[in-house]
């Protein structure tokens, strides 16, 4: 059974920064094209970047140029760095292969003030 495990955020100002992980067990995270999924309040959620199983990135155009996805495929944890954190940043953060999802873990809460 597939359990993904979000963790890293927390409440920053505007401009701060935060490193989100997502460990996992129970398949091998290498394999999957994983991606980086934010709802914030009132809103669907929406993949916000992406890495594929070559290291390939792509990134919402509202995040692109501040925060860097990446993968230790080691630790079978991806990563989020998130920097010059802005309001609208706010929402819970999932991690998730980009197709056939598996069960969604809890997320992991960021907020952002001005």
């Known amino acids: 059974q597939v359990q993904l495990v979000e963790s890293g955020g927390g409440s920053v100002q505007a401009g701060g920064s935060l490193r989100l992980s997502c460990a996992a067990s129970g398949v091998t995270l290498t394999y999957n094209t994983m991606g980086w999924y934010r709802q914030a309040p009132g809103k669907q959620r929406e993949l916000v970047a992406s890495i594929t199983t070559l290291r390939s990135t792509n990134y919402a155009d509202s995040v692109k140029g501040r925060f860097t996805i990446s993968r230790d495929t080691a630790k079978n944890t991806v990563y989020l760095q998130m920097n010059s954190l802005k309001p609208d940043d706010t929402g819970v953060y999932y991690c998730?292969?980009?197709?056939?999802?598996?069960?969604w873990g809890q997320g992991t809460q960021v907020t952002v003030s001005s």
């Open positions: 998730n292969r980009i197709t056939n999802f598996w069960a």
